[in-house]
């Protein structure tokens, strides 16, 4: 495959927004193996969370591909413009969830039993805006499984803690997801598509997704005095609470495409201080 390609085919599945998962898992990884784990499970879980998220992102670019040609804000997307073929992408999807498969096949027997599930939950999120506006949630927890997934793929077995994360994760995830469908209101109104912005309306779903974050931060705050994770990642969670303080509540633009882009980058600072909070704090001796 040429390089402009494959450039192309990173585009589709936004290769960059894996910043938001990835540290989440990488520190459930950390905390598994008291440190870094085996050079081996460490690539492994990257190619578990690589071919996963590709998989499921090219999935939902081909389901969705009659909906963003209609959508002015997606209609330039690669499959309604025909910068990629249709059966390109599934095919890229194919490999990626058998790579998947193999790669967990390759880490432990429980790994593999689950990886068939899981990749179909994945690939479920994109038929539910369809009939409930439940799907940012959908998202969330599929999104939210990286940090369980990789704690298993460590230790063979899950685990309370890597749970907690992952519900951490999925209600910041959830919550982001709600303020970025916000863009669409009017295209999921007239398409006959869910979300909570449609079903609530905007003011009503930016409530929505505060209290996502909220609980999101009571999460965190449980997960750091259960597990007695210490200073490292209090001070963590004290830049999380500060910066989405200000985006929610004291930020003066009320601009949603200046909204969006302070939360992909609140969303990757997250991400990098729960992963730092975590590193730090075993670095110390847990």
Excluded at 66 to 88: E, F, V
Aim: proline share 4%; net charge positive; hydrophobic share 60%.
């Amino acid at each position: 495959m040429r390089l402009p390609k494959i450039i192309e085919y990173a585009k589709l599945v936004r290769l960059s927004h894996t910043l938001f998962a990835l540290p989440f898992a990488l520190a459930s990884m950390l905390i598994a193996a008291n440190g870094l784990p085996p050079v081996k499970v460490l690539l492994l879980i990257l190619g578990c969370m690589f071919t996963a998220r590709n998989g499921a992102m090219a999935f939902n670019r081909i389901i969705d591909a009659k909906y963003d040609a209609l959508n002015p804000r997606t209609a330039s997307r690669h499959l309604p413009s025909g910068k990629l073929s249709k059966n390109g992408v599934i095919v890229f999807t194919a490999l990626n969830g058998a790579a998947f498969v193999f790669f967990a096949w390759l880490l432990n027997a429980f790994a593999f039993y689950c990886s068939l599930p899981l990749f179909l939950f994945l690939l479920s999120y994109s038929f539910w805006k369809r009939f409930s506006c439940l799907s940012h949630f959908i998202l969330g927890m599929a999104i939210g499984a990286s940090p369980l997934g990789a704690w298993i793929a460590v230790v063979g077995e899950p685990a309370l803690l890597p749970t907690a994360l992952g519900f951490m994760l999925a209600f910041w995830i959830s919550g982001f997801d709600i303020i970025y469908a916000s863009q669409d209101i009017e295209a999921d109104k007239a398409l006959g598509l869910y979300s909570i912005p449609v079903t609530f309306g905007l003011k009503k779903a930016m409530n929505i997704s505060l209290l996502c974050h909220a609980i999101m931060l009571l999460i965190a705050a449980f997960i750091g005095f259960y597990w007695n994770l210490g200073l490292p990642w209090l001070a963590s969670l004290a830049v999380i609470f500060i910066a989405l303080l200000y985006i929610h509540i004291f930020r003066k633009s009320n601009d949603l495409d200046s909204v969006n882009r302070d939360f992909f980058l609140a969303n990757i600072a997250i991400s990098l201080l729960v992963l730092l909070g975590i590193g730090v704090w075993i670095f110390m001796g847990g």
